[in-house]
């Protein structure tokens, strides 16, 4: 069962947030998330509203950059340790924080190229 908690009358996924703010034992008191955290959540929980946020997300004046990464890269972490769980799910949310990295950062900090026959892991 999926637990969601109401945050300016939006419902977020409890799972998400845990994964996206890294706090595990997050529960109800979630005054330390910030928006373009919640905005995140909003996206790989439904990540066929991305297109509709990508202006959002380009738009974004990040408190915290850094930490913000690391939310992104956290996502795409569990994306591919849970692929085999839910493929086309855990694909989805991979892609969304990767395009999101892309359009904030330029660039993605994780990213697998392949060069001939041997997989190479950027980082």
């Known amino acids: 069962?999926?637990?969601?908690?109401?945050?300016?009358?939006?419902?977020?996924?409890l799972k998400s947030l845990r994964l996206i703010t890294g706090d595990l034992s997050l529960a109800a008191d979630v005054t330390g998330i910030s928006e373009e955290q919640l905005l995140l959540c909003e996206a790989i929980d439904d990540p066929y509203i991305l297109p509709y946020l990508?202006?959002?997300?380009?738009?974004?004046?990040?408190?915290d950059a850094e930490g913000f990464r690391l939310c992104l890269i956290r996502i795409q972490v569990d994306s591919d340790l849970r692929l085999n769980e839910d493929i086309q799910k855990h694909q989805h949310r991979g892609y969304v924080a990767r395009t999101v990295e892309k359009l904030l950062f330029r660039d993605i900090f994780l990213e697998v190229l392949r060069e001939g026959e041997e997989e190479v892991v950027e980082g």
């Open 1 to 13: 069962m999926v637990e969601y908690i109401t945050i300016d009358n939006k419902k977020y996924s």
């Open 54 to 63: 990508l202006d959002r997300f380009y738009s974004l004046e990040l408190k």
